[in-house]
């Protein structure tokens, strides 16, 4: 079953706002989650949650105690998002204790998992809550690879633009290219769709368009699959300059597909997928914040383009053997303790 999106935000002041609203996001759930009981859902049924976070564990957590030991569902949890920025816990991270303190207590005598698809998430939960995390394949395989096509390089920014995903660092490095006489041979297909708060991005999208660059190609509305699976079998390169306090941990859809796809990629240094660059696929890292850095960065991507292409398709096959959607089920699966056909072994 479906349930309601989250209350909007309250429109209270900031400080009110931080501790209304995730409370509002809980109590909209949970009262949602009341509509499920033991007639509906009992212990041969899991309950799986694809972003459990600050906003929703603890109505899960209060649904699920809801429920008498033997005769309760299992619950698994999907933990997508970290709560550490520069090395530290977030302030929104205190909402997870309460949550975590319940479910603990809960899985002595209930069936509760928590999953995640990065290794490095799983050692940040750590720090909240005893019970394992175990760490799942990343479904996302939507493009065969493809040879890229010759001539100019045409690089992809794929996604919703916005400051957390770097986009007005490619645009300052587009401009700096530009600005240098160096962007020859490279065109750009960039999708700035925003969401999410405005911040510096709005600018940075109308600083291209003063440009008005002919290998510039801005995409300002949401793209259909098929669409988003042509540019990116389209592509030569992929560009994901993703803000390193807010991916070290975290993982990318976009990268995944990149990869799957057998393209080359440029990502930020000490992120996840700078990480997983290392074993698979290829491409070039720059440093978080350096627009310079990630001017050189497409420069390179153009001159050793062969290279790095012919690297990245013999990988796409390794990568996709252990991400893709078929074994993300068998995993899930697994880690919720249940058989093929929906019983506990």
Known sequence: PFFAAAPRPSGLPRPLAFFIDPF??????????????????????????????????????????????????????????????????????????????????????????????????????????????????????????????????????????????????LAEAIRLLHASGRLGGLNFTLQCNTSGPAGRTPAAVAMLKSLALPCVRLVERPVTAEEYEGMLASAGAVIIPYVLDEYRAATSGVFTEALAAGKPVAVTVGTWMAAQLERFGAGVTFPDGDAAALAGALLRLKEEREALAARAAGSAQAWTAYHNPSNFIKELVRAAGMTADGERP
């Open 24 to 169: 509002r996001a809980n109590r909209a759930l949970l009262a949602d989650l009341g509509r499920l009981g033991p007639e509906q859902l009992g212990p041969g049924c899991t309950v799986f949650v694809g972003n459990a976070d600050d906003r929703n564990m603890t109505a899960l957590a209060l649904w699920l105690r809801r429920f008498p030991p033997g005769k309760a569902p299992g619950l698994v949890l999907f933990v997508r998002f970290s709560y550490f920025r520069g090395g530290r816990r977030t302030r929104q991270s205190m909402f997870l204790y309460p949550a975590f303190r319940l479910l603990e207590r809960l899985a002595a005598s209930r069936r509760v998992r928590l999953v995640t698809d990065s290794d490095r998430l799983a050692e940040e939960y750590k720090a909240f809550t005893s019970l394992p995390v175990s760490v799942l394949p990343i479904p996302h395989t939507a493009v065969r690879p493809s040879p890229p096509a010759a001539g100019t390089l045409d690089v992809l920014s794929p996604g919703a633009a916005r400051d957390n995903k770097g986009f007005p660092l």
